[in-house]
């Protein structure tokens, strides 16, 4: 009668190793872990006492793990066994292939040179080699075998997936670090001394493309003046790089020597062992060079090695093209920011402005509030924008105001913005003035003629520094400097109880008077070439000269639109005077109506008839003094716009839109 027992003995064997197998395999261990654990199960299953795992590595056989007698591993059947792919027996050893060790679905896992996949076998010695037939323990062998090389591919898998999470983990580490930079051989440096830790090599360098040249320009390279190292684009192990797009490895030894470029080795008394390199492409997908790192620590590169390096490179190309963009963009900036800067400079050598353009620049350094004080036309935005433009805030937004042009309804919109549906026509939600300007100045022209109650908005504000949009409740933070300007007389108004005396003190911190131009002596010459040369070159034709009897008129002219004034007479100069040289009468200027009992109509009647006589007299020359500009005319008069038209209806005159020649 046959012994049934011993099948099924060993079938219940086997199911206590596929069980261990699944449960060692729930853990987080490693390979080593994992044999140590199921091993004696599995010699158990084979019921053998002797053998093992062997592996090759370096041309040695090694054993990965044993059991029992260390005697010497039959070599040439192990080879036989491998180059077959079935198991063989002979010499009392069954030797079954395990060709799948450390392969998994990624060759990059099995962490040898060029990719190759473990070189292992699983061998017993079978003590009953004489007394029983063998083939049931190579049918047992295959299924152990099978059950080993599924476990040891999850193994390796999830092991992988862990290396490669802590490798990306560097990398994106490191590429927050590279953004940060902003020097070009900080950059480089950075993603070297990265590439060269994560890839424990001695060296790294990025090679840019100079496709003009052909040349690959390497930095940063140990050992060479200033860094940089050029070699041909089509040389070595780099230039097979650029050439086919594609990720290289070189291992000396293993490798054809004729490869590596020695030429570079000899000038830098180098020796390069081992390389490997990877192309870079730009944000284009476009080649902008080769990222390569040279003489691994260990055995040589594998192409575990290519792909992390492959990662750096991306985001290697990604900081580069960043770094290279952010920097032409600053100088992009700088230079509109000083082409706006001279678009308005403070022009003038009278000591009034050379007090101003030094106490200026002290200012512009600090966030003090300024007030500007001058008549109309006198240049109180253009040193504004000094100021701005002098300061830390020149790259960030100038703003003007014009607040006797906002009536009191529309000012806290225009200020401080909106809110979608706040109001009739609040069709968005709009910024204000105050918003637009953060970071940089907002500049309050006019600020005297503003409404009481828009003083009170304003002065809160710039005590809060917060403003609320019209419609809204949220706070928003905002950074601004103001600098306020007029040409009312504030102290008068504080004392009418039409300006807060609170307001004129938080706008009061630093206080700047321009004086007339009239007062300014050769200044007046120094304005006229620059605005004559700055509308000479706007409309493409030479600069004509001033003559004698024109700087004259000019210097003894009374100029009540003050710079304005004397800017719109150059443009009128630049467009129709044809000759190369300026005379008086080229210049068209309205002369003053002195009373010296000529050029005037007499006065008659009675005094107040009399005094109602001389003002409309003195109003209309000066309007026609200022070219029928009323805001010029009213600034010659001594008084605001809208103060010169109800002076002017009081007189019975005619209105300003009848007033011949007026704008």
């Known amino acids: 009668m046959k012994d049934r027992t011993q099948p099924q003995t060993s079938q219940n064997e086997e199911i206590r190793l596929v069980t261990e197998v699944v449960n060692a395999l729930k853990r987080d261990i490693s390979r080593a872990e994992f044999l140590e654990s199921v091993f004696p199960a599995v010699m158990l299953s084979l019921k053998q006492a002797t053998g093992g795992i062997v592996n090759q590595v370096s041309g040695q056989w090694s054993r990965e793990i044993w059991v029992g007698p260390h005697e010497e ?19 009392g050893w069954v030797v079954a292939p395990l060709i799948s060790t450390g392969q998994s679905d990624h060759p990059e896992a099995a962490g040898l040179p060029g990719g190759s996949p473990g070189v292992a ?75 060269t830790a994560l890839l424990d090599c001695e ?5 840019l493309w100079d496709k003009r040249r052909k040349k690959l320009i390497g930095r940063p390279a140990l050992g060479v003046a200033e860094g940089a190292l050029e070699v041909d684009d089509d040389a070595g192990v780099v230039g097979e790089v650029l050439g086919s797009q594609e990720q290289k490895i070189w291992n000396g030894g293993s490798d054809d020597e004729s490869r590596v470029n020695r030429k570079v080795d000899q000038s830098l008394e180098f020796e390069t062992r081992s390389l490997v390199a990877v192309p870079m492409q730009g944000q284009r997908n476009d080649l902008i060079g080769v990222f390569e790192a040279i003489n691994h620590n260990g055995e040589g590169f594998d192409p575990n090695d290519a792909t992390v390096l492959s990662d750096l490179a991306t985001h290697a190309a990604v900081a580069i093209q960043s770094l290279k963009a952010r920097k032409k963009l600053a100088a ?23 007090r101003i353009r030094k ?28 100021i701005h433009f002098e300061s830390e805030r020149r790259n960030a937004p100038f703003i003007a105001v014009n607040c006797a042009a906002l009536v009191e309804s529309l000012l806290e919109s225009e200020l401080f913005g909106h809110e979608k549906g706040s109001f009739t026509d609040a069709n968005q939600t709009r910024q204000g003035k105050f918003e637009l300007a953060s970071g940089g100045t907002l500049f309050l022209d006019e600020v005297g ?13 710039l005590e809060e520094k917060v403003v609320v949009r019209v419609g809204g409740s949220q706070t928003i933070p905002v950074d601004v400097r103001v600098i306020a300007a007029t040409n009312q007389p504030l102290e008068e108004m504080i004392a009418e109880k039409r300006f807060r005396e609170d307001l004129y003190f938080r706008l009061n911190v630093v206080n700047l008077s321009l004086p007339p131009l009239a007062q300014r002596g050769d200044d007046i010459l120094l304005l006229a070439n620059h605005f004559l040369e700055q509308f000479c070159y706007q409309i493409g034709r030479s600069v004509p000269v001033f003559q004698r009897g024109a700087r004259e008129a000019m210097q003894s002219h009374s100029w009540p639109g003050n710079i304005r004034e004397l800017r719109n007479t150059i443009e009128r100069v630049a467009y129709l005077c044809t000759e190369q040289e300026i005379e008086k009468d080229d210049l068209m200027l309205g002369t003053v109506l002195r009373n010296t009992g000529q050029g005037h109509l007499p006065i008659t009647g009675t005094l107040n008839d009399a005094t109602r006589q001389f003002q409309v007299e003195h109003i209309e020359r000066a309007i ?15 008084l605001h716009r809208s103060n010169l038209y109800r002076k002017m209806g009081q007189l019975g005159m005619k209105g300003a839109d009848d007033v011949e020649g007026s704008v």
């Open 203 to 207: 060296r790294a360098s990025i090679f």
């Open 121 to 195: 076998a699983l061998l017993v010695r079978d003590e009953d080699k004489t007394k029983t037939d063998p083939r049931p323990l190579i049918q047992r062998l295959n299924r152990i075998t099978d059950l080993l090389t599924a476990a040891f591919q999850s193994i390796d898998r999830r092991q992988l997936r862990i290396r490669r999470i802590s490798q990306l983990q560097a990398v994106l580490d490191a590429s927050a670090q590279w953004q940060r930079l902003e020097d070009d051989i900080a950059l480089l440096h950075g993603i070297a001394d990265t590439a």
């Open 332 to 354: 992009t900036c700088d230079r509109l920011v000083e082409d706006a800067a001279s678009a308005s400079p403070l022009i003038g050598e009278h000591p009034s402005i050379a």
């Open 624 to 638: 026609k003094t200022c070219s029928g500009n009323m805001t010029d005319a009213a600034a010659y008069l001594g």
């Open 73 to 91: 591993v039959p070599e040439l059947l192990i080879g036989e066994t491998l180059d077959l792919g079935t198991i063989q027996c002979a010499e």
């Open 359 to 386: 106490t200026s620049a002290k200012v512009a350094k600090t966030d003090l509030s300024v007030l500007v004080l001058g008549k109309n036309g006198t240049g109180k935005e253009v040193l504004a924008r000094h």
């Open 449 to 461: 003629d503003m409404s009481p109650g828009g003083q009170a908005k304003l002065l809160r504000v």
